[in-house]
């Protein structure tokens, strides 16, 4: 059975600083999702790996794959209040359904 | 761009009744899906959809829930004989390759 933890799980974080957000997987994975969740909305994508050592930026997100240490990581670089919301990751094994870690849930205060 | 539309946003309904939560996948895609997310909690797979027929359902999707693409367009999640902690969001999600789309979700109160 494929297992996603994420850590941690609840992070407050003041805005200007720097964080990382930690996803393990148990099991060989092709790819791996990580979404964005404001509260009561639904899951926004904000990124796909499908490689190892893949790397992804958009904005003051990075994420990358490291498919031997099935780790992957979501860096929040001067984070700014707009930031704050749930942060899922995802693996999928094949075509059919993702499994998700627990979520991160993000505080970023002034 | 185009979306995974969700109906109705929001149902009550009392225990043991049956409920249909609606969703219309972006037109040229082949796999369905839906998941359920219990409030403050992390969003699970329920059941994958492809060619008309059920490809792999998850340990919650048990007898009491189907799923069925009437016309061609819609995607429905009927669970039978609603219980409480069948009370959460459920999201209905497509994709035609790498990226899926979520629709905006159906937040079910069984009451």
């Known amino acids: 059975e494929l297992k996603v933890e994420q850590n941690p799980l609840f992070l407050s974080m003041q805005e200007g600083k720097n964080y990382t957000i930690y996803c393990n997987y148990s099991?060989?994975?092709?790819?791996l999702y990580w979404y964005r969740q404001d509260p009561g909305k639904s899951l926004e994508s904000l990124f796909v790996?499908?490689?190892?050592?893949a790397v992804k930026q958009e904005g003051r997100l990075m994420a990358s794959l490291d498919t031997k240490a099935r780790l992957s990581t979501l860096h929040i670089t001067a984070a700014v209040h707009d930031l704050s919301a749930t942060y899922f990751c995802?693996?999928?094994?094949?075509?059919?359904?993702?499994?998700f870690g627990k979520g991160t849930h993000l505080i970023i205060q002034p | 761009e185009p979306e995974v539309t969700q109906t109705p946003s929001h149902q009550v309904t009392q225990m043991g009744q049956e409920v249909i939560l609606r969703c219309v996948p972006i037109?040229?895609?082949?796999?369905f899906y839906w998941y359920r997310q219990i409030l403050g909690q992390k969003v699970e797979f329920l059941v994958s959809?492809?060619?008309?027929?059920?490809?792999?359902k998850s340990e919650i999707f048990d007898d009491q829930f189907s799923v069925e693409r009437p016309d061609g367009s819609n995607f429905t999640l009927k669970i039978r004989s609603t219980k409480l902690e069948d009370s959460a969001m459920y999201f209905c999600?497509?994709?035609?390759?790498?990226?899926?789309?979520f629709g905006s979700g159906t937040r079910l109160t069984v009451v």
């Open positions: 995802a693996v999928d094994m094949s075509a059919d359904g993702l499994t």
């Open positions: 099991t060989t994975s092709d790819r």
């Open positions: 790996l499908l490689s190892n050592g």
């Open positions: 037109s040229n895609h082949l796999y």
């Open positions: 959809f492809y060619n008309n027929e059920i490809s792999e």
């Open positions: 999600a497509s994709n035609q390759g790498v990226i899926g789309t």
